[in-house]
């Protein structure tokens, strides 16, 4: 008999924290932790994909994660709602709403400065400086892949206030959308192509894998089923929004936008229709119309305020009116950005629903620990062929993930090289004036158990250093880690 995983463990609700007694549910109470805490807000100046703009629309990981929380809302209680009716009695979309939320609000909250580019400049470092590295396997594959998922699950459990946030084990088994170690990757499981924790975190991860009882071994675990919905919610989000930021910075021209969201929109209900779908996602009878007549869909982003109702008649039609340069943001006619909010809306709603879809289709496997692809669709591949092409490859933005690149090198070389040096000559050494500069300029956290003895109570000092580095620098803001870079090197003093 093939084993499965049970609700009852998977929605553990046991945390590493002792907490009061609270009126709030514990889920929503993961949620409020999150939300108030300091790497939390730290996002609202970390690049989603457009480093350090000037442009207050364009979103932050800040807005993002929320965004993403939204809709990792909606997923939950929809698919709380199913299976419920698997478990007669139950009622899970509450519980499943909250949880996903929560994980999708800090899904991001270990990235390092300028997005992504940030994850690359630490591995290039790490690859260039292996050479004067001693680590080896898991302690040195943590840094060749540097992951932001990894770090952000070392904040939740070790890092924040030195305790981690409590969180309960549902809700970080739900963030951890790796639940492989950094040795053990397998780059044709969707689950394991990354790692999801450090070597060091490893004892954390496995307690969480315990008490949620996820089926696999030390070091290598399936996901969380709940897990899937947050990458789902990030899928969704990320390459909608993307597209609409791309329109606002003026990348990406009208005729075009419109053209992928319609497509969007057509592709996912294609999808559900090929799919023999009877059964709407907010869970009322649908009765399925032929793909010959078009479905008109109330505005929504995601959130549970839009129930997918059928419109009897059309929207007013938009005066046609000539389309201005579209560089110039002030002759660009109102109208336009109003269209692509309301598909961009009615895209998000089209995929949630192929989400919710592909869960209940596939829900036995993902029990069990055998789906190993993404619950979004095939139907992305236009838009994010585009958006390479015209958005993420613009000389705007690589310009200054280039100089992203080598701000974090700088700064991994000059506070790692302080660190390593107080471990391990200090006592020797007391006549090094510059690395004593450069440890000064650590906040506390980071400096609380540095006394003149050993830093580290751990026998590897280069790992555990590096550790503490790329804490410090991961935790940076994008205008902070280019201050900082620009002050030290003399540039802006």
């Avoid at 993403?68 to 698919?79: H, I, K, P």
């Avoid at 946030?165 to 397998?186: E, H, I, Q, V, W």
């Avoid at 109330?298 to 129930?307: A, L, N, R, T, V």
Wanted: aromatic fraction near 10%; hydrophobic fraction near 35%; glycine fraction near 6%.
């Amino acid at each position: 008999m093939q084993a499965t995983m049970n609700w009852k463990s998977l929605l553990n609700k046991e945390r590493a924290l002792k907490v009061t007694d609270d009126l709030r549910n514990p889920f929503q109470r993961d949620y409020d932790r999150i939300a108030f805490s300091s790497p939390f807000r730290r996002l609202q100046d970390k690049t989603q994909v457009f480093p350090l703009s000037k442009n207050d629309y364009i979103r932050t990981r800040l807005t993002h994660s929320h965004e993403v929380s939204c809709v990792g809302r909606t997923l939950g209680n929809l698919v709380g709602k199913f299976v419920a009716k698997t478990n007669p009695g139950e009622n899970y979309s509450e519980d499943f709403a909250y949880i996903v939320a929560a994980a999708c609000l800090c899904h991001d909250i270990g990235n390092p400065p300028f997005g992504h580019k940030g994850e690359a400049a630490i591995q290039t470092w790490v690859e260039k400086k292996k050479g004067d590295l001693k680590l080896q396997g898991a302690q040195l594959s943590d840094f060749e892949s540097f992951e932001g998922n990894a770090q952000g699950f070392r904040i939740l459990v070790d890092l924040y206030h030195g305790t981690g946030m409590g969180l309960t084990n549902a809700t970080l088994g739900a963030f951890t959308k790796y639940p492989c170690a950094s040795d053990r990757t397998d780059s044709n499981n969707k689950s394991h192509k990354k790692h999801g924790f450090f070597h060091k975190n490893l004892p954390q991860f496995a307690e969480v894998a315990t008490k949620c009882e996820l089926l696999g071994s030390s070091g290598k675990w399936c996901r969380h089923p709940l897990a899937f919905l947050v990458e789902a919610a990030d899928d969704i989000c990320y390459n909608i929004i993307d597209l609409e930021d791309g329109y606002r910075s003026h990348y990406v021209p009208f005729e075009k936008a419109t053209e992928l969201l319609k497509n969007i929109i057509k592709g996912a209900e294609n999808h559900l229709i090929a799919k023999q779908t009877t059964k709407k996602c907010e869970g009322t009878e649908d009765n399925q119309q032929p793909p010959s007549k078009k479905r008109k869909y109330e505005d929504g982003d995601g959130d549970e305020s839009f129930k997918g109702k059928i419109l009897d008649t059309p929207p007013p039609a938009v005066p046609k009116k000539a389309n201005p340069s579209p560089a110039d943001p002030k002759k660009r006619p109102p109208e336009n950005d109003l269209k692509v909010d309301r598909l961009r809306g009615k895209a998000i709603n089209a995929l949630v629903k192929c989400v919710v879809h592909e869960f209940e289709e596939n829900y036995d496997l993902i029990m069990a620990g055998e789906y190993k692809s993404p619950l979004v669709p095939d139907i992305l591949t236009e838009l994010q062929r585009y958006l390479r092409e015209t958005v993420y490859s613009h000389s705007d933005i690589v310009k200054v993930e280039a100089a992203g690149f080598h701000i974090l090198g700088n700064l991994l070389s000059i506070f790692y090289d302080a660190v390593y040096y107080d471990h391990t000559t200090r006592l020797k050494d007391q006549n090094n004036a510059y690395y004593k500069t450069i440890l000064e300029l650590l906040p506390p956290p980071f400096r609380k158990n540095w006394t003149g003895q050993n830093l580290f109570p751990e026998a590897d000092s280069q790992y555990l250093a590096l550790l503490k580095t790329t804490d410090y620098i991961s935790g940076m803001t994008d205008n902070y880690a280019m201050q900082l870079y620009q002050q030290l090197n003399g540039i802006n003093v």
